[in-house]
């Protein structure tokens, strides 16, 4: 499709100006997602996806680190609409083709700019549009506005990961890499590692390297849960053989993995104690008899406080079984030269360290808001469903699930913003904001994610830079995918708590709810432990 163009004052100043009814940030799986919505949901949509990075695929071309692969099946982590065909989880090689092939399906390309830069974005009430001062591949900027704002950029930033502020770390002569930032002039041939972490990019990491090191050394504070199995989903297999139709397969395994995730996270409040036994003897069968759980693979968390990993054919516990990889639950005191000198004294001879310790999270792709010219922080907003922000017209985030595959709330919001899109059309609506009824002004206010039933690191350091939770509905991001693809799929757009506005509709207020300026008391600490 070809954008509208016009010239506004800008043009004066040599700034490309273009306008569209949806811009979409990102490219990876939320993004393609959104544009197979808008071609098949909404036609005659008119519609362009910027992306960052240099081609398609979000995290999957942001990490290329050795082994890197999903910790999701892809049943439910690939789309809906596309059946998946492979092994349950995924080589990143494999998981960008089958993007590839949704955008050549639905000539997504044609929509997609690379390399171009979000700076700013600005909602003007008078116009009821996104402003968006974008930055080209050659250094030039480009003026883009919009009705709505799709954001599909994720929740981290992908230039850096996110590394400690060790003690002594200038000392070290050693090699320090980021599993973000990897690059193929890493030599690891007979080579002494130490990998710092426990969660999804160690457990990969380490199998796909130990064999070209002289040895890798499992670095973590704590340990996390792992569930082990073979990489193959047997009901596919079945089906397959019985030559069902893959659309059938697709649902009907997309189904009982979800039926199956269910169960395990009801259990994990409701018998903790019994699922954390049956975790740990799996591990344990992996091991052998001469690997003790503890203290290296017996967490002391409730299980699915953090995710729960999934280590196909136990390659991890084979690989440490096996002595090229050994493990040391402890925290860094400080780097010395050679290495990590723990607390309990050992010293950690490493001729290269590397880092996997997580995300720095990136609030809305770290661009500049304002609201009719006013900066908008959005950690003074509260959320509705997950999803949109009092006092933020026509823009939705995508955020996934933790305990679920994150493209199953991408497939969701997705449904939802199509709706709402038709919604505001046959209205005859240029804006909606969601905004506190009379009966939720004063109830109480609590975190993006309540700390005490998910935890990862990531979160816990940047709690206070997102939004925030109510009490009820509809101002909550309860998490739930088997309670949200019901309660999505039936929402009123009619329901006071979304305010619509423009030329044929009443004009409402829409100024955002400021939590600082109301001094609102809050459930629980906003600011949360920055350990």
């Known amino acids: 499709m070809n954008p509208t163009k016009a010239m506004e004052p800008l043009a004066s100043q040599n700034v490309p100006y273009e306008q569209f009814d949806v811009v979409i940030v990102g490219a990876g799986i939320s993004g393609v997602g959104a544009g197979h919505h808008l071609v098949h949901e909404c036609p005659g949509t008119t519609f362009v996806m910027l992306e960052m990075q240099d081609s398609f ?32 989880l995924a080589s990143r090689e494999e ?13 997504l390309d044609a929509h997609i700019r690379y390399r171009h830069n979000i700076l700013s974005a600005n909602w003007s009430s008078e116009n009821n549009r996104w402003t968006l001062q974008v930055l080209r591949p050659d250094g030039s900027e480009l003026t883009v506005s919009a009705k709505f704002l799709w954001m599909c950029q994720g929740y981290y930033r992908h230039s850096e990961g996110y590394l400690p502020a060790w003690e002594g770390l200038e000392t070290y002569e050693g ?10 002039d890493i030599e690891l041939k007979d080579k002494n590692v130490v990998v710092i972490g426990s969660g999804a990019t160690a457990a ?7 064999d070209e090191c002289r040895h890798v050394t499992m670095l973590q504070r704590s340990p996390g849960y792992y569930r082990t199995g073979r990489n193959v989903n047997e009901l596919a297999d079945m089906l397959r053989a019985l030559q ?3 659309k059938w397969i697709h649902e009907i395994v997309r189904r009982k993995v979800l039926h199956d995730q269910h169960l395990m996270a009801k259990r994990s409040f409701s018998e903790p104690e019994q699922l954390r036994s049956e975790l740990l003897a799996g591990v344990s069968a992996h091991l052998g008899a001469d690997h003790e759980l503890e203290p290296h693979f017996a967490p002391t968390y409730r299980p699915w406080s953090q995710r729960i990993l999934f280590v196909p054919d136990g390659d991890l516990f084979r690989t440490i079984r096996s002595g090229k990889a050994s493990v040391e639950t402890d925290e860094i005191v400080r780097f010395t030269p050679s290495g990590p000198l723990l607390r309990s004294g050992k010293q950690i001879s490493a001729d290269i360290a590397i880092a996997a310790t997580g995300f720095n999270l990136s609030v809305m792709g770290d661009i500049a808001f304002t609201l009719d010219g006013k900066p908008l922080d959005f950690a003074d ?9 009092t006092g933020v017209p026509n823009l939705v985030w995508v955020f996934g699930y933790f305990r679920a595959s994150w493209t199953m709330r991408a497939d969701l919001v997705s449904d939802f913003v199509c709706r709402l899109l038709r919604h505001m059309k046959e209205t005859g609506a240029a804006r909606v904001t969601p905004s506190l009824r009379i009966e939720d002004h004063g109830m109480q206010l609590s975190p993006w994610i309540n ?14 830079l997102l939004p925030k939770c109510g009490d009820r509905a509809p101002w909550q991001n309860n998490q739930d995918y088997w309670t949200e693809k019901d309660e999505f799929a039936s929402i009123d757009f009619t329901e006071r708590a979304l305010v619509y506005g423009g030329p044929n509709v009443v004009q409402s207020d829409t100024t955002p709810v400021s939590l600082r300026e109301k001094k609102t008391n809050y459930a629980v600490p906003i600011t949360a432990s920055q350990d």
């Open 57 to 88: 695929g979000g995290t999957w071309l942001t990490h290329r680190y050795p082994g890197v692969r999903s910790d999701s099946d892809l049943f439910t982590f690939g789309y809906r609409f596309k059946p998946w065909t492979g092994a349950p």
């Open 451 to 464: 700390p005490d039933n998910f935890n990862p690191g990531y979160l816990n350091r940047s709690m206070h």
């Open 381 to 389: 907003t509260v959320t509705y469903r997950g999803m949109m922000f």
């Open 204 to 210: 990969t990491l380490i199998p796909a390297i130990a």
């Open 175 to 184: 090699r320090l890499v980021h599993p973000q930032t990897w690059s193929d």
């Open 244 to 246: 069902v139709d893959e």
């Open 95 to 107: 998981i960008l083709r089958y993007m590839g092939e949704v955008i050549e399906d639905d000539r």
